[in-house]
């Protein structure tokens, strides 16, 4: 038997609106969101903004973090989230993701992550 520790839900968002795509203060807004949605406790925040284009952001979660960085030139958004709290519906995040980059063009892994092994 087993358990384990977390879920890691890798995003490829592709043939995204670039309006969401291009700057700090829509990113942060659109994860900020998502979170909410998702039940998230965030703890802290950080975002940086590339030039010309781009952005990079975390936020970090009591359940462990939520990651974007953003490539508007491709139209296509890379999303991390890794949750230690198994039991939050990440379809919902996916479904306000897709609404707000105008997409469904988008593929979603998981990963379970440390599987601990119990004995009995």
Same mark, same amino acid.
């Given at each position: 038997? !087993?358990?384990? &520790?977390?879920?890691?839900? /890798? &995003?490829?968002?592709?043939?995204?609106?670039?309006?969401? /795509?291009? !700057?700090? =203060?829509?990113?942060?807004? +659109?994860?900020?969101? *998502?979170?909410?949605?998702?039940?998230?406790? +965030?703890?802290?925040?950080?975002?940086?903004?590339?030039?010309?284009?781009?952005? =990079?952001?975390? &936020? +970090?979660?009591?359940? !462990?973090?939520?990651?974007?960085?953003?490539?508007?030139?491709?139209?296509? *958004? *890379?999303?991390?989230?890794?949750?230690?709290?198994?039991?939050?519906?990440?379809?919902? #995040?996916?479904?306000? &993701?897709?609404? #707000?980059?105008?997409?469904?063009?988008?593929?979603?892994?998981?990963?379970?992550?440390?599987?601990?092994?119990?004995?009995?």
């Amino acid at each position: 038997m !087993s358990d384990i &520790l977390g879920i890691h839900y /890798l &995003l490829d968002f592709y043939n995204c609106n670039n309006d969401y /795509l291009v !700057s700090v =203060s829509k990113v942060k807004k +659109v994860m900020i969101k *998502a979170g909410e949605i998702g039940n998230f406790n +965030v703890v802290k925040s950080c975002f940086h903004q590339f030039k010309p284009y781009g952005v =990079s952001g975390v &936020l +970090v979660l009591k359940e !462990s973090h939520f990651t974007i960085h953003t490539w508007p030139e491709y139209q296509y *958004a *890379a999303i991390d989230i890794f949750l230690c709290d198994t039991n939050i519906n990440i379809e919902n #995040v996916v479904k306000y &993701l897709c609404d #707000v980059f105008s997409t469904n063009n988008y593929k979603m892994r998981t990963i379970n992550r440390g599987v601990i092994q119990i004995t009995t």
